[in-house]
């Protein structure tokens, strides 16, 4: 798999929004990739370097719109620490 194809998008939400100062990035990856690809991946899109990966399998909510109910897709996600001596990403940057 290319690195675009393993690491999808990131999430932007108020607990990742707190990690971002401590290099601590989040994003949704390909449910096959493991951790090993995900350090490899966003050290080559972004050009930093990684210290470890943590992952999780988030499965998805019930939703309901009216009588009909179904659930939200389920997908993995990726939380990836920076090392200390490494840049920023600069994405995240303006967001912070």
């Known amino acids: 798999m290319k690195a675009h194809d393993i690491i999808i998008k990131p999430i932007l939400s108020e607990k990742s929004y707190a990690g971002i100062a401590n290099k601590k990035y ?5 449910k096959s990739a493991n951790k090993t690809e ?19 399998n988030v499965d998805g909510k019930m939703r309901r ?27 995240f940057d303006s967001l912070s």
């Open 26 to 30: 989040t994003f949704v990856v390909a």
């Open 38 to 56: 995900i350090k490899l991946a966003v050290e080559e899109i972004f050009g930093v370097k990684v210290d470890y990966v943590n992952t999780a």
């Open 65 to 91: 719109m009216g009588a009909h109910q179904g659930l939200t897709p389920s997908y993995k996600k990726a939380i990836v620490q920076l090392k200390k001596d490494s840049k920023s990403i600069e994405f």
